[in-house]
């Protein structure tokens, strides 16, 4: 943990013209500080004479021993092969690996020298990841009557200050919608910009004239929808979102935080919004563009998508056995596919009329057919 602590210091020091970024370290170094005290606070407890109960630390092991247990039983369907556990890691610290580090090639490919290396952060992908938010309704907190006095102070403190979206990590955003609970009239006047952030509601609580500071609104404290509470709350969903907008790391996020989490349930929680973790799948779409257009003539688009799938599992060879396992693990829930890059795919028709993204849409449909 010292070391890690050291390393997210150099790289703060090398972001720190970008605060967002710079903020995120920040509150990694924080997290990496409280728990380095609590092992070091352990370590001294152990020191003492020990009591006739069980340690925490025993019960934490046994917990995660638990987990990771009943992960292997649910992938195999409660008969795992006597390598089954081995596989199943092996395929789980793969993905650790391979997507942990931020992907930074353009940066490194080239040889730098001097003060040129020094500008290279070396940055894990939990470092500097931000929630991807989705457009459409926020979700409501709280809800509760205010008057309009009311509201304008509230958002004018520096504790929501601190919330708004220039400057909180997305899941910390707040947002506050009002409408009004009656009108001078009698009738409801209409509000302009019912969803608005909390540092910009007193330029929102306008109307045809100024809301007297008496009238009666009703709030709602709301959050913006995260992209990965989405994907946990259906089980097949179309992420839409232009070209780089965080939809690919997004999901690249998901499937490292679903592998720690089956790894090591002890330290790493489960992605915010998930109740359980299937294991994850990630797969790029172009991959499977590549081998339909391969496939030997007979072999369907479905079943040339569920071989690649197998062989994804396998790792070349060095997990054989794992992909005859994907189908029924699917059947079961216990596995999550996300295929990533879809808009990536040609979409000029082909020989026989059909578009390679077309060809890929319908294999992803079938599957999920079955």
């Known amino acids: 943990l010292e070391q890690e602590i050291a390393e997210l ?23 990496k500080q409280r728990q380095l005290a609590a092992r070091k606070g352990a370590a001294s407890a152990s020191q003492a004479p ?21 992960t292997i039983q649910n992938f195999f369907g409660g008969a795992p092969p006597e390598d089954g ?73 520096a504790e929501w200050q601190e919330r708004s979206a220039d ?37 929102d609580l306008q109307v045809e004239a100024d809301l007297p500071d008496d009238l009666q609104v009703e709030i709602d404290i709301c959050r913006p929808r995260l992209a990965l509470e989405a994907l946990a709350a259906q089980p097949r969903t179309v992420l839409l979102g232009a070209p780089g907008s965080g939809k690919s790391t997004a999901l690249v996020y998901l499937t490292l935080l679903l592998a720690h989490h089956l790894r090591h349930p002890e330290r790493y929680p489960l992605p915010f919004g998930w109740q359980r973790a299937p294991v994850p799948l990630l797969c790029p779409l172009g991959r499977v563009a590549d081998a339909l257009a391969q496939a030997p003539a007979g072999q369907s688009d479905a079943e040339t998508l569920w071989k690649l799938l197998e062989q994804q599992l396998d790792g070349a060879g060095v997990r054989s056995g794992l992909g005859r396992h994907l189908r029924p693990a699917l059947r079961r829930g216990t596995v999550a596919l996300l295929f990533d890059g879809l808009d990536e795919i040609s979409a000029r028709p082909g020989a026989n009329g059909i578009s390679l993204r077309a060809r890929v849409s319908r294999a992803v449909q079938a599957i999920a057919r079955e």
């Open 9 to 31: 210091q150099q790289a703060l020091e090398r972001v720190a013209g970008i605060p967002s970024v710079a903020a995120m370290l920040r509150a990694r170094i924080d997290e």
């Open 85 to 157: 556990a081995r596989l199943l890691d092996d395929y789980l610290a793969a993905l650790c690996d391979a997507l942990a580090p931020l992907r930074l090639s353009r940066m490194t490919e080239k040889r730098r020298s001097g003060a040129g290396q020094s500008l290279i952060p070396m940055l894990q992908l939990a470092d500097v990841f931000t929630d991807l938010t989705l457009a459409g309704e926020p979700v409501v907190l709280e809800r509760r009557q205010a008057t309009v006095a009311q509201a304008k102070r509230l958002v004018q403190t």
């Open 167 to 203: 400057t909180a990590p997305p899941e910390d955003v707040r947002i506050l919608r009002v409408r009004p609970v009656e009108a001078p009239d009698g009738r409801s006047p209409r509000m302009h910009g019912e969803a608005t952030e909390l540092a910009d509601l007193p330029d």
């Open 50 to 70: 020990r009591s006739s109960g069980p340690s925490v630390t025993s019960v934490q092991s046994e917990a995660a021993y638990i987990a990771t247990h009943q």
